[in-house]
């Protein structure tokens, strides 16, 4: 298959725009069924779609592409839930009220989704993050057509996935042009450009990211970006944890940043321990060989990274090859102090198995390290109960999404309290990716100001016909 021309994403965003005046009008119930046939169907073909993403990846059949594939069709279950409960609309009334300063006339508010929606695949993840991923099945959820941009990584991979989803989709009666796939890095920047794409959902490279991030606002109607983008989730040791079980630490954390050729958005790739560390001491008999990397791009990116870091003055190899052919693990270590003072070469993540151990002494230097560190997707703390780290705590809650107190920062669970989110360079807005709330970066609010009823949408009629939790008069009210 060639690239998609930029005549034919005009004519499939067109079609995702007419699509939109139908699928914004359909109601839960309906595109909650979408999406539960869309899940079907995956699960029906499983078998040859995990075979295709094998070989087109060289990820694991079982159990990294087989749970990736159940994770996927989890969570577009997960959104048919989040509809059909309802509080997704944020539906709120507020009655006229003559008596208040100034008066409040009949105002009713709702979300609304945004309009047709490009999504542009990630690499590492061919199934979850991808052509069915949670972008998508958040977008579809909430009435908005999609468009996605495959990642060249898995174009067969793409196209299956696709054709699942479209004949899916068909079948239980969604409109033509509520979605569609397209190919190639001109086609993908034709769609960012097109008026009929209300919003763009991204997860990628910090460089490709912040690329699509400013096109979108240069438009002449900007659009809201939404990316996920670069992540060292860093991790803190605390010296009562690391003398009293060093050993089971680092086997943790071998296991994590190790986990799929270390490329996962929440690799932990900092990690301060004390001075002496025990778990510094147990990381050399933990690494393993790991399979190639995604993608010849990736591969490069992760030996010139590696070659960056271990090539500044004070970095020490600690486990592993110094000179990576592209699969074998690295630990490298430094002290605080070097670190603050090459910080910019030694805090741009290194997407890979690889994870840079930071030496500190104290809680001034460790605190200095977390003061230094850019905005991330998680962060980590394995401590004693006996230790105080209320503030570190604190300090951490500023710097990342998802603050974890046992286990390690790979495992992103698909429920209705996740937070896959974080500030800059891991994303660029206050959203999350996975997760319940994902949904709330393709709506609108629109209120409606003393509306007749019979022109309200049914979640703000006073009736509450669809039974879904409404806010009324500032008193939250279950149906």
Not at 218 to 235: C, D, H, K, Q, T
Request: hydrophobic fraction near 45%.
């Amino acid at each position: 298959m060639t690239d998609t021309t930029v005549d034919q994403v005009d004519a499939i965003a067109r079609a995702a725009k007419d699509a939109f005046a139908l699928v914004s009008k359909t109601d839960d119930t309906t595109r909650a069924a979408w999406l539960r046939g869309v899940a079907d169907a995956i699960d029906a073909d499983a078998a040859g779609l995990i075979e295709l993403a094998a070989a087109e990846t060289a990820l694991p059949a079982s159990p990294r592409l087989g749970g990736e594939l159940a994770r996927t069709t989890a969570q577009l279950r997960l959104f048919a839930k989040v509809i059909e409960e309802g509080s997704y609309l944020e539906a709120t009334i507020d009655h006229p009220d003559a008596t208040a300063t100034p008066p409040i006339p009949d105002l009713r508010r709702v979300l609304r989704p945004i309009g047709p929606v490009a999504v542009f695949a990630a690499s590492n993840f061919p199934f979850a993050f991808s052509v069915a991923g949670g972008d998508t099945a958040s977008a579809l959820a909430v009435g908005c057509p999609v468009v996605v941009k495959a990642h060249p990584g898995h174009p067969e991979t793409s196209r299956r996935m696709a054709a699942v989803v479209a004949e899916a989709l068909a079948a239980a009666g969604a409109p033509e042009g509520t979605f569609a796939l397209i190919e190639g890095f001109e086609a993908g920047l034709a769609l960012v450009d097109h008026p009929a794409i209300r919003a763009v959902g991204f997860t990628g490279s910090v460089r490709g990211g912040r690329a699509l991030l400013d096109r979108a606002a240069a438009r002449p109607e900007p659009i809201p970006f939404y990316g996920e983008l670069g992540s060292l989730n860093p991790v803190v040791i605390t010296p009562g944890a690391d003398a009293a079980r060093g050993g089971a630490l680092a086997e943790g954390l071998a296991g994590s940043f190790q986990l799929g050729a270390g490329q996962f958005c929440t690799k932990p790739g900092v990690v301060l321990v004390p001075e002496g560390s025990a778990v510094e001491s147990a990381l050399p008999g933990l690494l393993a060989p790991q399979s190639r990397l995604l993608t010849e791009a990736i591969s490069a990116g992760f030996s010139s990274g590696v070659d960056r870091v271990s090539g500044v003055p004070g970095v020490e190899v600690v486990a592993g090859d110094a000179a990576p052919d592209g699969t074998a693990p690295l630990v490298a270590a430094t002290t605080a102090a070097n670190l603050l003072e090459h910080a910019d070469e030694l805090l741009e993540e290194v997407f890979g198995p690889f994870t840079l151990l930071v030496r500190y002494r104290d809680e001034a230097e460790r605190d200095a390290v977390i003061a230094a560190l850019p905005g991330n997707l998680t962060a980590t703390v394995h401590h004693e109960e006996s230790e105080d780290v209320e503030g570190l705590v604190g300090t951490l809650e500023g710097l990342a999404g998802r603050v974890l107190f046992a286990g390690w920062p790979t495992g992103v669970a698909v429920s209705w309290a996740q937070h896959h989110g974080g500030p800059w360079p891991s994303t660029n807005a206050n959203f999350t990716s996975v997760g319940a709330t994902a949904v709330r970066r393709f709506q609108r609010p629109v209120a409606y100001q003393d509306a007749p009823a019979s022109l309200l949408p049914a979640a703000l009629r006073e009736d509450n016909p669809l039974g879904i939790p409404r806010r009324v008069d500032g008193v939250l009210v279950l149906p």
